[in-house]
């Protein structure tokens, strides 16, 4: 009797139940946990150059290379025009930089289910934690090379280039989350599709590098304009963040509000898609993975 009556009186603090649809997010949960992804933030940061030498660096290091390779390819021996964004060295450069993150938010959450079951296996918190962790993560490296490319924009201003400042600055947040919305909705479908499937893994490797020649990167999208497969940069979702990016800090861009309208659309269409499936995948991925 006496052991009925403290079951009763006993006052849990958290109580684990299972989601009852697929499209619950429980961002007070995932709020009431935000030690963790700060915690998980540090460990994606400092784990992925806790080994190297020159640590950080690397995120100057690889855009300057890759952007000298890029003019020596496609501006010197290709030709491929700059839409009027001058140098070019800045002109990929800020291509480089907004992909290198779509890039980075795409590979790292597509890995959430394999690289963690460890942890899953063990302990309970929201699972959503570490993909947004990896997005908040690299907006650490985006920010490093953001910061080199407006130091080499203030460097050739002083060589006599012009340099455009206006309120569509303002606009490169907005842009840097529809990028990180897309990589992180496409990233959970990987994600959960890789956990009986590991050939998507492989694939992802592949689409990405396509995927790079199929965005403005390293030509503008005016290039396209007269060409018979100008349609594969209209659908990619991505051309007209990329152009919109550079329009707020050139001046110079080929989209309109259409396009990005578009862009938002299919950030919702996949951020809908992709916690559907991260949801389901989530009960019964320890079987499998």
């Known amino acids: 009797m006496s052991e009925t009556l403290s079951h009763k009186q006993e006052q849990w603090d958290v109580v684990i139940e299972p989601k009852t649809h697929l499209l619950q997010l429980n961002l007070k949960e995932i709020w009431r946990y935000r030690d963790l992804l700060q915690l998980f933030v540090r460990r994606d940061f400092v784990a992925q150059y806790k080994q190297t030498i020159l640590g950080p660096i690397w995120h100057i290091i690889q855009p300057i290379f890759t952007t000298l390779i890029y003019l020596l390819i496609f501006g010197q021996i290709a030709n491929i025009p700059t839409d009027g964004i001058e140098p070019p060295i800045v002109f990929y450069m800020s291509g480089i930089t907004i992909w290198n993150y779509f890039a980075a938010c795409l590979t790292s959450t597509s890995a959430t289910f394999t690289a963690n079951a460890s942890i899953f296996g063990k302990v309970y918190f929201p699972r959503m934690v570490l993909p947004l962790s990896v997005v908040i993560s690299n907006i650490v490296r985006f920010g490093i090379q953001f910061l080199l490319l407006l130091a080499f924009m203030f460097f050739y201003y002083f060589k006599g280039y012009p340099i455009h400042v206006s309120f569509a600055w303002l606009f ?104 559907v499936i991260f949801n389901k995948v989530e009960k019964s991925f320890m079987d499998t993975v």
């Open 172 to 275: 490169i947040p907005v842009l840097i989350i529809m990028m990180a919305g897309i990589g992180l909705g496409l990233g959970i479908i990987i994600s959960s599709l890789t956990t009986k499937y590991r050939d998507f893994a492989v694939l992802l490797t592949f689409a990405i590098q396509l995927g790079m020649y199929a965005t403005p990167i390293v030509y503008p999208s005016s290039f396209l304009r007269n060409t018979s497969y100008k349609w594969i940069i209209e659908i990619n979702p991505l051309s007209s963040i990329v152009e919109c990016f550079r329009y707020s800090l050139f001046g110079k861009g080929t989209f309109t509000a259409g396009d990005l309208a578009y862009s938002g659309i299919f950030m919702l269409v996949v951020l809908f898609i992709g916690t």
